[in-house]
């Protein structure tokens, strides 16, 4: 039997074709691709503000000086919880140290206005407790705080004397709003009402770490106080 040859060629071509299309779709295909390696996010930390960083913590007290006596004294002590030295009004507070501030009248030989660390070195080593009410403040409060401090250096019997301002200040940059109510006593109340206990302990200061304030804003200074003024109470 003859092939035919028609056939044979169609059949050549055929495969030809079938090997042909064969190759062509396996270079169409893509290589494959390697998975990219997994890198570590990349985490963004939000700026830090220092000025939210507490930096000390403030207390308003209240002291009865004479037990026989109705009266008292009300006062601030400011403690320094960071680690470089604050600035407080003109007075530098070292690391780990605290300082008394308070406005005196007539019990002080050396004038009206504001005291650094009399009460601290008056007080500290008394057995009468001293009682307080606590409050943490910023880097931005401390500097409000400092600031109302350069400008309030004043006294009034009235107006302004102890307690209108340590509440004044108080205020300025701590917790809870304080409603002055002029004598001590009556502050007294207050502080109890929210809840004052009785303060740990104050830093002793040596003596010549007991200033009066003199002048006021860029002006205020300190002026080492007599002996008298630590000794008249």
Same mark, same amino acid.
């Given at each position: ?104 009248? !007539?019990?002080?030989?050396?004038? @009206? ?8 070195? *008056? #007080?500290?080593?008394? =057995?009468? %407790? ?46 809870? !709003?304080?409603?002055?109510?002029? @004598? ?8 109890? *009402? #929210?809840?004052?206990? =009785?303060? %740990? ?33």
């Amino acid at each position: 039997m003859k092939k035919n040859p028609i056939r044979t060629v169609l059949c050549v071509l055929l495969s030809i074709l079938l090997l042909f299309s064969g190759a062509f779709a396996a270079l169409a295909e893509e290589p494959p691709v390697d998975d990219p390696p997994i890198e570590d996010p990349i985490v963004v930390s939000e700026p830090i503000d220092e000025t939210q960083e507490t930096v000390a913590r403030l207390h308003i007290c209240y002291h009865k000086v004479n037990p026989k006596k109705p009266t008292g004294h009300v006062f601030l002590y400011l403690e320094n919880l960071s680690d470089e030295t604050l600035m407080v009004g003109v007075y530098d507070l070292p690391p780990n140290e605290g300082v008394s501030i308070g406005s005196f009248g !007539f019990t002080r030989s050396d004038g @009206f206005g504001i005291y650094y660390n009399t009460e601290s070195y *008056l #007080y500290a080593n008394d =057995e009468t %407790p001293t009682l307080c009410l606590s409050d943490d403040l910023t880097r931005e409060e401390l500097a409000k705080f400092s600031h109302r401090l350069l400008y309030s250096n004043t006294w009034d019997f009235i107006f302004f004397n102890c307690t209108a301002f340590a509440f004044m200040m108080w205020n300025t940059a701590a917790r809870p !709003f304080l409603m002055p109510l002029l @004598f001590p006593v009556f502050s007294l109340l207050q502080l109890k *009402l #929210y809840g004052a206990g =009785e303060l %740990p302990g104050m830093f002793f200061p040596q003596r010549d770490r007991i200033y009066r304030m003199r002048g006021t804003g860029s002006n205020a200074r300190l002026e080492i106080v007599s002996d008298k003024s630590i000794k008249d109470e």
